[in-house]
């Protein structure tokens, strides 16, 4: 499982993965630690511009908490904290995007500017947080899987079937079980050469947790898609991949997670096209002249 509480010297000012990084980090936090990273996210040039003191009357916690939350975050301390604040405020500025949550007055020129720009900012937070060697050993793993089973309840399960087609279209053995039931069933019978491989927004999902319990009881590799730190769905895996998401009123979380869950699968799934080269070249060209030929005849 990849450590989200980067070392100081590894923090990089990039406002995309400081951003990504507070808001992976955001749910498991304790209170008064959440109310500093919620204040990050709502107001950041508030936060690069006060004191220590300034910010202990705003948010309504101690100086210690805010420092252990600075330290959480990956900085040595507040001033640190600060002045990645105020880089990541100056680069936001220069972008002249469109923010803000979507309101019921907006326009619908208006709509679409602030789906794009979230949706944006969605992806460059992603990209910007994927592990990238997590994802190398994950692919290793698929490729030397012998079946790869895939569940996501709800909204999820679109990602599930995703990958599953992407990764059965290169000769993989895979499966996307739609009902909770099937899926569990699966996932009992996977054994130490499979790979489970769960999707969920909050890693609370009830039936996704049942799915990912039983295949890590088999002893098969286990794999978690989700956007929360220490949520319990990753208790059950060997390897966490962490995608951006958001909650408004209106995206909710299955909308706002979703284009960054379907990115980190498209990277998950291209590294492991770059391991199986020569075989998922046959199978692409075997499977689009079959499609081709099939397409052909109905004309």
Same mark, same amino acid.
């Given at each position: 499982?990849?450590?989200?509480?980067?070392? /100081?010297?590894?923090?990089?000012?990039? /406002?995309?993965?400081?951003?990504?990084? !507070?808001?992976?980090?955001? #749910?498991?936090? #304790? #209170?008064?630690?959440?109310? !500093?990273?919620?204040?990050?996210?709502?107001? /950041? !040039?508030?936060?690069?511009?006060?004191?220590?003191?300034?910010?202990?009357?705003?948010? +309504?916690?101690?100086?210690? *908490?805010?420092?252990? &939350?600075?330290? &959480?975050? +990956?900085?040595?301390?507040? #001033?640190?904290?600060?002045?990645?604040?105020? *880089?990541?405020?100056?680069?936001?500025?220069?972008?002249?995007?469109?923010? +803000?949550?979507i309101t019921v007055t907006d326009s619908v020129r208006d709509v679409i500017d602030k789906i794009a720009g979230a949706e944006q900012r969605a992806l460059?937070?992603?990209?910007?947080?994927?592990?990238?060697?997590?994802? =190398?050993?994950?692919?290793?793993?698929?490729?030397?899987?012998?079946?790869?089973?895939?569940? =996501?309840?709800?909204?999820?399960?679109?990602?599930?079937?995703?990958l599953q087609q992407k990764l059965m279209r290169i000769g993989l053995i895979s499966h996307a079980p739609t009902d909770n039931h099937l899926a569990v069933?699966?996932?009992?019978?996977?054994?130490?050469?499979?790979?489970?491989?769960?999707?969920?927004?909050? =890693?609370?999902?009830?039936?996704?947790?049942?799915?990912?319990?039983?295949?890590?009881?088999?002893?098969?590799?286990?794999?978690?898609?989700?956007?929360?730190?220490?949520?319990?769905?990753?208790?059950?895996?060997?390897?966490?991949?962490?995608?951006? =998401?958001?909650?408004?009123?209106?995206?909710?979380?299955?909308?706002?997670?979703?284009?960054?869950?379907?990115?980190?699968?498209?990277?998950?799934? !291209?590294?492991?096209?770059q391991r199986t080269y020569d075989s998922t070249t046959r199978a692409v060209a075997a499977t689009h002249d079959a499609l081709s030929a099939s397409r052909?005849?109905?004309?």
């Amino acid at each position: 499982m990849s450590d989200l509480r980067a070392h /100081p010297a590894d923090y990089s000012p990039d /406002p995309d993965a400081l951003v990504a990084r !507070v808001r992976v980090l955001l #749910p498991s936090l #304790p #209170p008064a630690s959440a109310r !500093v990273a919620q204040l990050i996210l709502d107001d /950041p !040039v508030r936060v690069s511009r006060s004191t220590l003191q300034d910010l202990v009357q705003v948010v +309504g916690t101690s100086e210690a *908490t805010i420092i252990r &939350t600075a330290r &959480t975050l +990956g900085f040595r301390g507040y #001033p640190d904290m600060r002045f990645a604040l105020a *880089t990541a405020a100056g680069q936001r500025r220069q972008e002249h995007q469109i923010t +803000g949550d979507i309101t019921v007055t907006d326009s619908v020129r208006d709509v679409i500017d602030k789906i794009a720009g979230a949706e944006q900012r969605a992806l460059r937070e992603t990209a910007a947080h994927l592990d990238a060697e997590a994802l =190398g050993r994950i692919a290793d793993t698929i490729v030397a899987a012998r079946k790869i089973v895939l569940y =996501g309840a709800g909204a999820s399960s679109l990602i599930a079937a995703d990958l599953q087609q992407k990764l059965m279209r290169i000769g993989l053995i895979s499966h996307a079980p739609t009902d909770n039931h099937l899926a569990v069933t699966e996932a009992v019978l996977l054994t130490p050469h499979d790979v489970a491989i769960a999707i969920s927004h909050s =890693g609370e999902t009830s039936e996704t947790l049942a799915f990912l319990r039983q295949a890590h009881k088999t002893g098969a590799s286990t794999v978690a898609l989700t956007s929360v730190d220490s949520s319990t769905l990753t208790t059950y895996a060997d390897r966490v991949v962490y995608a951006a =998401g958001r909650d408004d009123i209106f995206r909710p979380a299955a909308l706002s997670s979703r284009i960054s869950h379907l990115m980190a699968v498209d990277c998950l799934f !291209v590294a492991v096209a770059q391991r199986t080269y020569d075989s998922t070249t046959r199978a692409v060209a075997a499977t689009h002249d079959a499609l081709s030929a099939s397409r052909a005849r109905k004309h």
